[in-house]
Each structure stands twice: as structure tokens, then as C-alpha cells.
């Protein structure tokens, strides 16, 4: 692992695995999911990693034009990297999760790097009030579900966002077969360093969410990358902050946000983005880490620069 002196902090701001049901706090429409982001990166996020929802019913959508409506404004009022998703949603075909990233040249993009079952349908249980249609067959479905990202996909990823718009990626790791699939990517030359790996815990389907497998995930990158590699851990509900801080204490960066977890502590939801975002840079501080600005995050990982992007 990159020896680094600060912690990178990255707030994942609605994703697409919560629904609307959820949490109110969930930010659903381009005004809102931009005036968190705003709040995020004012509360000490470098980077902020974005996805797009359907304004009315909140369902994700690959939708360019919707992207558009938050990417500027963003950009606009904070110095964050922005890093778009290639994950999209569920059942979003690879054309579809690739449409906005490609139109927004973005200097960052989230890439997973393995096909796997994910299973989020057990979510479904603790929500008694549907707010849409759309919400509890879209949990309840991935019981059946791939999340397909297969060799050809990846290539295909590196090749067009990497190597033609100049776009770097966070390695999104759910298990232990993802961190080979990135090293085999190196292995043919489509990848060079430094790679920022996001070690992901506790969705069904990938690795689990024990303090034990932290450190395994982190002594198998470093047996692979050496000094290549830049670290982040992520996981899902009530591990989030557990988690990171183990990973911060033992040299990585952290990701945080309602895409991740809709708590800010036991039984408490948090209210929105910004406030993840505080409790974490607070425990980084007591901790006597220094938080990385955007600028130093772009210098740690290489990036191209907020002037070279399409929005």
C-alpha cells in the first residue's frame, strides 16, 4: 500500500440500493442530490461518488440529461472530485451504465470488478409503508439477481473511459477474486498505478462484514500491489463506521454516505450526507489523521483534473 500521510475521504450520496421508502434524508431529485453533495464536501469530502434517480418515483436512472442537472452545480460550488458510477442500478445493461459517465468525461469512476450475486431483498422485510411501486419488487428481485461485470466488461471500461477520456477508477472489491481480476488487469498492461482499491463488506453476496477479513482483503492487496495502491474501505449499514475507522487506523482511506449505510449510529438515521461525513472526519481528527483535500486526493491518485471533464 502507498505509504500516505492523509486520509481520503468519499461520500457516496444516494447510490441505488436504498429506496425512497427508506429514508426521507435520501437525497431523490438533481436539487437535492446536489445540495448534499455541496454539504458533503464543505463537511471534508474529497470525493464525492454520484449516481442519478428518476425525480418523481426515486428509482435509479442511467439517464444522462439527469446528470446533468446536478454534475455543474457540483462542480460549480466545491473543488470535490466527482466520480460517477459504471454501476448504474440494477438490470441497467452495460450501454445504459456507461451513458453518463461517457458524456461527462468525469476524472473519476467507480468500477466493479467482478460479477456476483447481490443480494439486498432482506431489506424488503423492514419496510412496512411502500411509497412507490417500484421499490419492494426491485429489492425482493435480486434473490434472482447477477450483477454481471464480466472480463469483457471491465476491458471494455478501461478501454473507452480509461484509456480514451483519461478517467481513473475506484476499484470496487466485494471480495477476495475482485482484487486478482484487478491484478490481472495489470498483469495485461490495461492498468497502471496507482490503483485506488475500495474494499467493500457486508452485502450479501460478497465478503462478509468480520474486522478479520479487513485485514486479510489489506495483506492480499498489499501481496499484489506493493506500494501501487492506494486504500479505501467501505461498508455496508450499521458496519460503516467500524469498519473504516479499522481501515484508517491501519493506513487506508475511508468512504462514507447514505448509499452505504442511512445511519449516523446505533438506531439513530442520519439526516443527510454532510453529517456521515463530519462524524467520520471527527473520528479521523481524534485519531490524529489529517484529511486529504481534493487537490492532494487528486495528486495521490493521479487524476486528470477538474478542468478536463465534460461538465
Given at each position: 500500500m502507498a505509504k500516505n500521510d492523509k486520509v481520503i475521504i468519499s461520500c457516496a450520496i444516494t447510490g441505488a440500493i436504498h429506496t425512497p421508502?427508506?429514508?426521507?434524508?435520501?437525497?431523490?431529485?438533481?436539487?437535492?442530490?446536489?445540495?448534499?453533495?455541496?454539504?458533503?464536501?464543505?463537511?471534508?469530502?474529497?470525493?464525492?461518488?454520484?449516481h442519478a434517480r428518476d425525480p418523481k418515483t426515486g428509482e435509479p436512472t442511467p439517464d444522462p440529461d439527469v446528470f446533468m442537472e446536478f454534475l455543474p452545480r457540483i462542480k460549480q460550488n466545491t473543488d470535490a472530485v466527482i466520480n460517477?458510477?459504471?454501476?448504474?442500478?440494477?438490470?441497467?445493461?452495460?450501454?445504459?451504465?456507461?451513458?453518463?459517465?461517457?458524456?461527462?468525461?468525469?476524472?473519476?469512476?467507480?468500477?466493479?470488478?467482478?460479477?456476483?450475486?447481490?443480494?439486498?431483498?432482506?431489506?424488503?422485510?423492514?419496510?412496512?409503508?411502500w411509497k412507490h411501486d417500484w421499490e419492494e419488487p426491485y429489492l425482493r428481485g435480486t434473490d434472482d439477481f447477477i450483477f454481471r461485470n464480466t472480463f469483457r466488461d471491465i476491458e471494455r471500461i478501461l478501454k473507452i473511459l480509461g484509456e480514451e477520456h483519461g478517467t481513473r477508477f475506484e476499484h470496487e472489491c466485494y471480495d477476495l477474486g475482485h482484487l486478482y481480476n484487478v491484478a490481472h488487469f495489470v498483469d495485461r498492461g490495461l492498468l497502471k498505478p496507482p490503483f485506488f482499491i475500495q474494499s467493500?463488506?457486508?452485502?450479501?453476496?460478497?465478503?462478509?462484514?468480520d474486522l478479520d477479513n479487513v485485514m486479510f482483503m489489506k495483506r492480499t492487496a498489499d501481496r499484489l500491489f506493493g506500494d501501487d495502491y492506494v486504500w479505501s474501505v467501505l461498508a455496508a449499514g450499521r458496519h460503516q463506521m467500524s469498519f473504516v475507522t479499522q481501515a484508517a487506523l491501519l493506513g487506508g482511506s475511508v468512504r462514507v454516505g447514505l448509499e452505504d449505510s442511512l445511519y449516523l449510529a446505533k438506531g439513530k438515521m442520519a439526516q443527510t450526507n454532510a453529517e456521515q461525513v463530519t462524524k467520520i472526519r471527527?473520528?479521523?481528527?481524534?485519531?490524529?489523521?489529517?484529511?486529504?483535500?481534493?487537490?492532494?486526493?487528486?495528486e495521490m491518485l493521479a487524476l486528470k483534473g477538474g478542468d478536463d471533464v465534460g461538465f
Open positions: 421508502s427508506m429514508s426521507d434524508a435520501l437525497p431523490i431529485t438533481p436539487d437535492e442530490i446536489a445540495t448534499q453533495s455541496i454539504a458533503a464536501a464543505e463537511a471534508g469530502a474529497a470525493i464525492i461518488h454520484l460517477i458510477t459504471t454501476g448504474g442500478g440494477l438490470n441497467m445493461s452495460l450501454e445504459e451504465r456507461l451513458a453518463a459517465p461517457l458524456r461527462a468525461n468525469p476524472e473519476m469512476c467507480s468500477l466493479n470488478m467482478g460479477s456476483m450475486n447481490f443480494g439486498i431483498y432482506p431489506a424488503a422485510d423492514k419496510v412496512s409503508t467493500i463488506f457486508g452485502i450479501l453476496g460478497g465478503i462478509g462484514a471527527r473520528i479521523m481528527e481524534d485519531l490524529s489523521l489529517d484529511i486529504a483535500t481534493p487537490d492532494e486526493a487528486r
